[in-house]
C-alpha cells in the first residue's frame, strides 16, 4: 500500500517568512495530492490539491509543487501570517487517501 | 447544506460496551470514509465506501463495523469498546464517480474507552 511520510514534523516560522513542507510517496500510482490545514481541535479542511497530470499549482499565499519522477510534493506557504499556524496534513491517493503524520507550524508574530 | 453531519460530538465508553457512531452527509455524495486519529498523529483510514450497500475495509478495520443503507448515512459500529479505540473519529465524503476528488470532513467524534 501506499506510504507518505513528511517532514518536517515541527516548523516555526517568523511571520511574513516562507514556510516549506515536504512530502515523499511510494506508490507511483497515485495520481492525486490534496494538502489539509487543521485547527486545534477542528476537523481537517482542504487547502489545496494538485493532480499527477500538474507540476505546479497556486493558490494566494500558497504554493504545491509535484515531482512525479522523484515521488515527493511540496507546500509553501508565503507572507506567513499567525492565522496559518495549524498541524498541516499531505495525502496521497492511489485506490484511497494515505495521509503523511502532519507537521505542526507556528507562526511567531 | 449541512455538509458532513456526525453524532456524537464526545462520548466516553466502558471497556467492553457497545456504540454506533453516526455519519450523514447532504451532498449526494457517493463515497464515504471512516478515520481515526490519535493524539499528534495522521489519520488512519477504519473503513469506507463507494456506494450504496458496497463497504470495505481500510488499513485499520479490527474491532469496528460499518453499514451503507443509504446514500446519505454511513455509521460506524463499536461491538466490544477497548482503551486502544480511544480516538477522535472523523467521517468524510467525496463525490462519486471519480475516486480523487476532494474529501469533505465532519467536526469528529471524540471518544474515550475508560
Known amino acids: 500500500g501506499e506510504n507518505v511520510e513528511q517532514h518536517p514534523s515541527t516548523l516555526s516560522v517568523q511571520e511574513g517568512d516562507s514556510a516549506v513542507i515536504k512530502c515523499t510517496y511510494s506508490d507511483s500510482a497515485s495520481n492525486y495530492f490534496p494538502w489539509y490545514k487543521q485547527e486545534l481541535g477542528k476537523r481537517p479542511q482542504l487547502i489545496i490539491d494538485?493532480?499527477?497530470?500538474?507540476g505546479e499549482k497556486k493558490d494566494q499565499r500558497i504554493a504545491v509543487t509535484l515531482n512525479k519522477t522523484a515521488k515527493h510534493f511540496s507546500l509553501h506557504i508565503t507572507e506567513t501570517q499567525p492565522e496559518d499556524s495549524a498541524v498541516y496534513f499531505c495525502?496521497?491517493?492511489?485506490?484511497?487517501?494515505?495521509f503523511g503524520a502532519g507537521t505542526t507550524v507556528t507562526v511567531r508574530a | 447544506n449541512a455538509g458532513v453531519t456526525q453524532t456524537p460530538k464526545f462520548r466516553i465508553l466502558k471497556i467492553g460496551q457497545s456504540m454506533t457512531l453516526q455519519c450523514a452527509q447532504d451532498m449526494n455524495h457517493n463515497y464515504m470514509y471512516w478515520y481515526r486519529q490519535d493524539p499528534g498523529m495522521g489519520l488512519k483510514l477504519i473503513y469506507y465506501s463507494v456506494g450504496a450497500g458496497i463497504t470495505d475495509k481500510g488499513e485499520v478495520p479490527n474491532g469496528y463495523n460499518v453499514s451503507r443503507s443509504t446514500t446519505e448515512d454511513f455509521p460506524l459500529r463499536l461491538e466490544l469498546a477497548a482503551p486502544s479505540q480511544t480516538s477522535v473519529y472523523f467521517c468524510?465524503?467525496?463525490?462519486?464517480?471519480?475516486?480523487?476528488?476532494?474529501?469533505?470532513f465532519g467536526d469528529g467524534t471524540r471518544l474515550s474507552i475508560l
Open positions: 468524510a465524503s467525496s463525490q462519486g464517480g471519480d475516486s480523487n476528488q476532494p474529501q469533505h
Open positions: 495525502a496521497a491517493h492511489d485506490y484511497k487517501l494515505s
Open positions: 494538485i493532480r499527477s497530470n500538474v
